[in-house]
């Protein structure tokens, strides 16, 4: 394959010798990087901020969310079902408390940025400014997110929350009340970014026509998201609503999750919000963060085609042992989306996500495929507790329904991890916000050096 470079076309031989060149640095990068492990057990070093326990090492406070796992009984903890709170009020109390209303995820914005659910006055006043900046100037869609166009849209994203730092009369001014109004704008716009990214990338790299069809003020965020993606722009309610819910699942999960530390950590420094947020963003594009969904769905698919019966419990968990055992799928031994970090009986995002998952098969004629998941999840927490010989129970998680859903919505892959940016943009606001009010300090742990020092020998004498 030949490459252009200052207009003159690479000679296969040039090809050749680059890769060479390549090869040979690589090698000695390797060869000059390895740290012997017995010195992070030496030196009690917490890799990745986490103790011997896999617990995450105290690094900050917050009043945003709170993640629970366990119970205090007689001054032990005990394991116990899943609970998170947004501003302490459970997650499971907002999604029932909403009914049969779409509007959930607008509260929910509102709740984790200031502090408090809003009244109907508030919500009122809230609903009509947050539609007002659902828009980008067609010069932006045209000059920025149409040109350059991406397959992996989180790349997108990126360079448009970044371009729109130009587009900011005032961008560079970190005090509250322009901070707040930056991150109102882009949790407003991230949902046309990526769907625009998403139908510039059809158009221009797979030949597809390019339609690009507006937002409207008087729908909520998930029913738009819906409008713009779909050329027919139609959507049941029901579609809507599992959409919100699953946009409220995912709004805020802690400050110690790798996006949201991200925030924190470039925050601290004084950048501006877009750069904050594109940080944010290249954390949750990374496949051990952002990316578990779609791993269960090709995992799921894998299964699908090696398994005749899907309701064959004995079929079903020979091939999950398979699977454990690297003998298939992708040979990793893992089966994605079960097990968690905190949560140890049950994921309450995964309790919920899975009740209107259910509901959505039922409407889309998929209910088949929703009771291989739920035989998949009764059997594969189980397996993996014998095969790793586990104390802990292994619960499945989020991920675990979300592909699903989003698959069920008719949603691409392409944007599974995005959606997740755009419900994550309400989270990473407000821990931006919470980081600006209330710390002075950057954040800047310690690395102990553990190499040899050296002295300097002339290039001759190398």
Not at 42 to 62: A, F, H, I, P, Q
Not at 103 to 120: A, C
């Amino acid at each position: 394959m030949l490459a252009e470079n200052n207009n003159e076309m690479i000679s296969l031989e040039e090809m050749g010798d680059l890769r060479f060149n390549m090869a040979t640095l690589e090698q000695e990068l390797m060869k000059n990087h390895g740290i012997d492990p017995n010195l992070y057990i030496e030196y009690d070093v917490k890799r990745g901020l986490r103790d011997s326990s896999g617990k995450g090492v105290l690094t900050g406070l917050t009043e945003i969310s709170d993640v629970s796992a366990y119970e205090l009984v007689h001054g032990r903890n005990i394991p116990a079902d899943g609970k998170l709170y947004y501003q302490g009020i459970n997650v499971m109390d907002i999604i029932d408390g909403l009914g049969d209303r779409r509007y959930g995820f607008e509260e929910t914005i509102y709740l984790l940025i200031f502090g408090k659910l809003p009244s109907q006055k508030e919500l009122d006043v809230f609903f009509p400014v947050m539609a007002q900046m659902e828009e980008l100037s067609q010069r932006f869609v045209r000059d920025v997110v149409m040109k350059a166009s991406n397959q992996n849209i989180m790349n997108a994203m990126q360079r448009c929350v970044l371009t729109l730092y130009s587009y900011d009369k005032n961008p560079d001014d970190i005090t509250p009340g322009n901070v707040l109004r930056q991150t109102m704008e882009l949790i407003a716009k991230l949902p046309l970014i990526a769907i625009f990214s998403y139908h510039s990338y059809r158009h221009f790299r797979k030949g597809e026509t390019l339609f690009i069809r507006n937002p409207e003020r008087h729908l909520s965020l998930a029913e738009n998201f819906l409008l713009m993606l779909r050329p027919s722009g139609k959507y049941t309610p029901l579609e809507a609503k599992v959409l919100d819910v699953a946009l409220i699942l995912h709004a805020e999960h802690g400050g110690g999750n790798n996006s949201t530390f991200t925030t924190h950590v470039v925050t601290s420094a004084g950048t501006d919000t877009y750069s904050s947020i594109a940080a944010s963003l290249g954390s949750l594009k990374g496949p051990r963060h952002g990316g578990a969904n779609l791993k269960v769905q090709h995992m799921f698919a894998d299964i699908m085609e090696h398994i005749s019966d899907w309701t064959s419990e004995a079929e079903v968990g020979a091939y999950l042992q398979k699977i454990l055992d690297k003998e298939a799928f992708d040979h990793t031994g893992l089966i994605y989306g079960m097990g968690h970090a905190v949560y140890t009986l049950s994921d309450p995002r995964e309790v919920i996500l899975k009740r209107y998952a259910q509901k959505l098969a039922e409407e889309k004629g998929m209910t088949e495929e929703f009771a291989l998941y739920d035989l998949v999840e009764r059997l594969a927490g189980q397996l993996i507790m014998k095969q790793r010989n586990m104390q802990k129970n292994v619960c499945a998680n989020v991920d675990f329904y979300s592909g699903f859903v989003y698959s069920m919505l008719g949603i691409p892959e392409e944007l599974f991890t995005p959606i997740f940016a755009i419900a994550r943009m309400p989270g990473w606001s407000a821990h931006r916000l919470e980081e600006l009010i209330n710390a002075s300090k950057i954040i800047r742990p310690a690395y102990k050096y553990v190499g040899v020092h050296e002295g300097y020998v002339n290039i001759e004498d190398r």
